[in-house]
């Protein structure tokens, strides 16, 4: 017992040895860690933080004429502008370029700096950039997922007047650029209004080719948000020759990353408010005056599956330019069973291969369901479509199967008994171009969906 007890006593010691030189160097890591904590300027991190987060803070306040902010999304590929003015305590207010309402009618909302693991922006109450992030936007936007944006933007980097964050969800680039007089006075002073109004009421405009004056170099500016391009095209022996870019409202009127056609690099085009002219300004500086023509200048059966890749029509019993056989036999085909209901149709063309694809929107309550359907399409000279069932085409899932029955009176009925013509309408609200199919045979079957 005694040895036994001796045995113990010994481990004891040795044990409590240990853990005092363990203690001791874990003593020596924590003061080392509280000496390393005030090695630069004499100030803790959490002390330096606070100082950097105050610099910045002053930076986004004391912008005289604000800050022009530019959001380019992930889901749907855009380029969105706002005009934020940083406030003290924490307020903002925002404008956006959505439209003439969003640009002309000013959001107060909040925000915050917040030092995570980087300095951090974070917009913390609604305004007009939650239209990005929310999956049902009345704007538009992928089902469940929005334009694809972030409410928080970690700071990358300061070049001059410019900071450039990065969303720290989806990655989402946004870019804060010290305003100027001349844009605050562009957003502020309604700047937007004479150029969106001459959009609507002109939406075929061109510019003559720069090698042959006789050409004509047909510009299309889609100013819808979920669509939101601006494009260079001409028809060459029948082909058709493009080159595009997303673009922004911002001064002196539009502004759009270099577009590349014919020799000449776009990066924008200026509104003169005055005399009510449109110009595309090269990156060299020059000035091209944008003329009006009263018609398309290219086929639009021309540019589907090759510069529009879909049309997509929107979920509504009734829409402009909807004849009203094709309204009747919409309705008609909503019916279908187990509680779904019918939202989009999103015809998907391949030029190459002559076929396309339907995409049927079919939600069931909360949850969102797709049905396919493929087809071959054959295509006059003069633009005439024929629909026919795909034989060969395999749907990734069973859900055409379960509606085919009550798709009839659209499906069956017109698209592969009918012949189509396709050509461009203008929305008579917002003028925004899309696409109409009109039955040959039925004449008031007639549909339109935005192009993309």
Not at 14 to 26: C, Q, R, T
Not at 48 to 53: M, S, V
Not at 107 to 113: A, F, V
Not at 272 to 296: C, H
Request: aromatic share 12%.
């Amino acid at each position: 017992m005694v040895a036994d007890h001796g045995f113990i006593t010994i481990n004891n010691y040795i044990l409590m040895k240990k853990i005092v030189i363990m203690s001791f160097f874990a003593l020596f890591f924590l003061q080392a860690c509280k000496k390393d904590q005030t090695l630069i300027d004499n100030e803790k991190p959490e002390e330096r933080a606070g100082k950097e987060l105050q610099k910045l803070s002053n930076e986004l306040i004391q912008s005289t004429n604000g800050w022009v902010a530019h959001v380019y999304t992930s889901e749907v590929k855009g380029d969105y502008s706002f005009y934020i003015n940083f406030k003290e305590n924490n307020v903002l207010t925002i404008r956006s370029d959505f439209d003439d309402n969003s640009f002309n009618t000013e959001q107060t909302s909040t925000y915050r700096l917040k030092k995570v693991m980087a300095t951090t922006l974070i917009f913390d109450t609604d305004n007009y950039l939650d239209v990005l992030i929310d999956p049902n936007s009345n704007k538009g936007g992928k089902p469940g997922l929005g334009f694809g944006s972030d409410t928080e933007f970690e700071i990358k980097e300061q070049v001059g007047d410019t900071l450039k964050l990065t969303g720290k969800r989806r990655l989402t680039r946004l870019s804060l650029v010290k305003a100027t007089a001349a844009d605050k006075n562009f957003y502020t002073k309604s700047g937007i209004d004479g150029l969106s109004n001459y959009l609507k009421a002109n939406p075929y405009l061109y510019i003559p080719d720069e090698k042959d004056a006789n050409k004509k170099v047909q510009i299309l500016i889609n100013t819808d948000a979920v669509n939101r391009k601006v494009s260079f095209s001409t028809v060459e022996d029948n082909i058709f020759v493009s080159a595009e870019q997303f673009f922004a409202f911002s001064t002196p009127g539009i502004s759009n990353l270099p577009v590349v056609y014919a020799g000449r690099t776009f990066v924008g085009f200026e509104w003169d408010k005055t005399n009510q002219k449109l110009f595309a300004i090269t990156s060299k500086g020059d000035k091209v005056e944008v003329l009006v023509s009263t018609t398309p200048l290219t086929p639009l059966h021309l540019l589907i599956g090759t510069k529009y890749k879909s049309l997509t029509v929107p979920n509504q019993t009734t829409y402009p330019g909807w004849g009203t056989d094709f309204v009747t036999r919409r309705a008609t085909a909503a019916k279908l069973p187990y509680s779904l209901k019918l939202e989009t149709l999103k015809f998907d063309f391949n030029n190459d291969t002559k076929k396309v694809v339907l995409t049927v929107g079919i939600p069931q309550g909360t949850r969102q369901f797709y049905a396919y359907f493929g087809y071959d399409y054959t295509k006059t000279s003069l633009g005439v479509y024929k629909f026919t069932k795909d034989p060969s085409y395999v749907s990734p899932n069973g859900n055409g199967a379960i509606i085919e029955s009550a798709m009839v009176p659209l499906l069956t009925e017109r698209l592969t008994a009918d012949t189509f013509t396709l050509d461009y309408f203008a929305h008579p609200t917002t003028k925004v171009i899309l696409g109409q199919f009109k039955s040959v045979e039925n004449p008031d079957f007639t549909f339109t969906g935005s192009l993309q």
